[in-house]
């Protein structure tokens, strides 16, 4: 069974910077793509980032320019935000989506205030 688990969240400035990672364990069969989404009160989760199995990289538009998603050998995948704003507070959420379904993490709380 895939589990994934999420570090890096907590309480930033407007301007600060974090960097998220997303552990995976368990056998993942035919990844299709991982990455991250987020979840705002109130309103509905959206796709911030992710990288597909062929290796290009997608962003939200509010993030481009900000966010960096990367992923290392083991396929630990990072998100790097910068410049971040009170708007980027939310829950963010890093999913697998695989030939064997999707997977989803636990969450991370993000929060942008002064």
């Known amino acids: 069974q895939v589990q994934l688990v999420e570090s890096g969240g907590g309480l930033v ?3 600060g910077s974090l960097r ?4 995976a364990s368990g056998n993942i ?7 991250w989404y ?10 911030v980032a992710n990288i597909t199995s062929a290796g290009s ?7 481009k320019g900000r966010f960096t ?5 083991k396929l630990t995948v990072y998100l790097q935000m910068n410049s971040l704003k009170p708007e980027d507070t939310a ?3 890093c999913y697998r989506q695989t030939a064997g379904g999707d997977y989803w993490g636990q969450g ?7």
């Open 91 to 93: 829950v963010y959420y």
């Open 38 to 47: 987020r979840q705002a009160p109130g309103k509905q989760r959206e796709l």
């Open 20 to 23: 998220l990672s997303c552990a």
């Open 13 to 15: 400035q407007p301007g």
């Open 108 to 114: 991370t709380q993000v929060t942008v205030s002064s």
């Open 29 to 35: 069969f035919r990844l299709y793509s991982m990455g």
């Open 69 to 73: 998603i990367s992923r290392d050998a």
């Open 57 to 63: 990289r997608n962003y939200a538009e509010s993030v």
